[in-house]
């Protein structure tokens, strides 16, 4: 069992904030209007470097935290490697609370929590009981609150999920960078600072699918899996069979479903469902995955030429998705690229980089003809996404309507 010294030299090496901290970009997700509850653990999900220790200490500035109140521990250290059971979470709580002389609230950030044994039902002790301490969970997997957790915290949780940059935050990084710029190099906050930006990125690809997603799949090649993750990349903003997918790499569509699946969950890629009422029919059409990160994709993916309004697709799902609970897309004869619900409201929305062309509003008669209901279509292009982007709300005003 590590020892109390050893542990304190473990959390001294992650306490970054007991010394003075680089100025960062503010997040715009703490913007929310938020509360903070004792009874209720706060869960940052997102993907791997994409900042989310750096939300921490900035959540410590909001909420006017003392640093001496607050203990940060990666579970993934190497130190930790063999103690990772409830005794180390008890004797993190143990150490807090002797050194709290002030005896005021304390703030735990436990991240990559999962990989110790057990966790689920020491945190439920921890909000069952009545204290003043905060606990803070975070994480690069999107399912981290499935399965046990779950369970054993229904009501006792908050969720905030992080990203890279969005362009606001990227114009704040990069004062001189233009929209093309962004969608070139993405928002990875480090990719933004350093010069062998391509080489950051593709060592980012390579870390998530080694340490996100193979924790989730069984796999006796793990080159294939890379393989698959580079394929669901290639097939960017279009619709992906799982079948074809399998047939390519030798597998079953079960399999290559499990992968995708955790390529999912690691925030890789996220996923944009066929739209419809029918639960039947949604079961049998495939999905379409975007990258989480435009730079990310670029970097790994090694044709020549960029499709820009792939990329733009890409930049209008991920606002989408922050605004909506869910994002689809539409198929008959021609497609519509997206389709949101908000209320009984259903809208369809087309993207495109120059202008609205026959295609599109071929598309929307189409998509009409089976839900009269739905609202006009909207357009979004190259000349109107910086106005969209920098509204706080989805407003009529900024688009045209089809």
Not at 109 to 125: A, P, R, S, T, Y
Not at 243 to 257: E, I, N, P, Q
Request: aromatic residues 10%.
């Amino acid at each position: 069992m590590l020892s109390k010294d050893g542990l304190k030299t473990v959390l001294a090496a992650w306490n970054f904030w007991n010394t003075q901290a680089p100025p960062s970009i503010p997040r715009r997700i703490l913007k929310k209007k938020w509360d903070w509850d004792p009874e209720l653990i706060l869960v940052i999900q997102g993907v791997r470097r994409c900042g989310k220790s750096t939300l921490l200490t900035q959540i410590m500035t909001q909420k006017k935290i003392r640093p001496t109140a607050c203990y940060f521990i990666n579970f993934e250290d190497p130190r930790l490697s063999e103690d990772l059971t409830p005794k180390l979470l008890d004797t993190l709580v143990a150490l807090a609370k002797a050194e709290n002389k002030e005896n005021t609230p304390l703030y735990f950030f436990l991240d990559e929590i999962q990989v110790v044994d057990d966790w689920e039902k020491w945190l439920h002790k921890q909000v069952e009981r009545p204290s003043t301490n905060h606990f803070v969970v975070t994480g690069s997997n999107a399912t981290l609150l499935g399965g046990r957790m779950s369970t054993a915290l229904t009501g006792r949780h908050r969720t905030m999920e992080l990203f890279p940059f969005d362009y606001l935050e990227y114009k704040m990084a990069v004062r001189e960078g233009s929209f093309e710029d962004y969608l070139t190099h993405g928002g990875f906050p480090k990719v933004l600072r350093v010069s062998e930006k391509d080489e950051l990125l593709r060592e980012y690809f390579i870390d998530i699918i080694e340490r996100d997603v193979r924790r989730h799949v069984s796999t006796r090649v793990p080159q294939t899996l890379l393989l698959i993750a580079k394929a669901v990349f290639e097939s960017m903003a279009t619709e992906m069979s799982l079948r074809k997918l399998a047939r390519l790499f030798g597998s079953t569509a079960d399999t290559v479903g499990t992968f995708v699946e955790a390529l999912c969950a690691s925030y890789l890629i996220m996923e944009c469902p066929f739209f419809t009422f029918s639960q039947r029919k949604s079961l049998v059409r495939p999905s379409k995955y975007f990258p989480i990160d435009t730079g990310l994709h670029r970097s790994v993916i090694t044709r020549s030429g960029a499709d820009r309004e792939k990329y733009l697709e890409t930049i209008v799902f991920h606002l989408l998705k922050k605004r909506f609970r869910t994002v689809s897309y539409w198929r008959a004869k021609h497609e519509v690229d997206f389709v949101v619900q908000d209320g009984n409201s259903v809208l369809p929305i087309q993207v495109t980089w120059e202008g609205i062309k026959e295609r599109h509003l071929l598309a929307l008669k189409e998509f009409h003809r089976e839900f009269p209901q739905a609202e006009n279509g909207v357009c979004i292009t190259r000349n109107n996404i910086e106005e969209v982007l920098r509204h706080e709300t989805f407003a009529n005003h900024l688009f045209t309507r089809l």
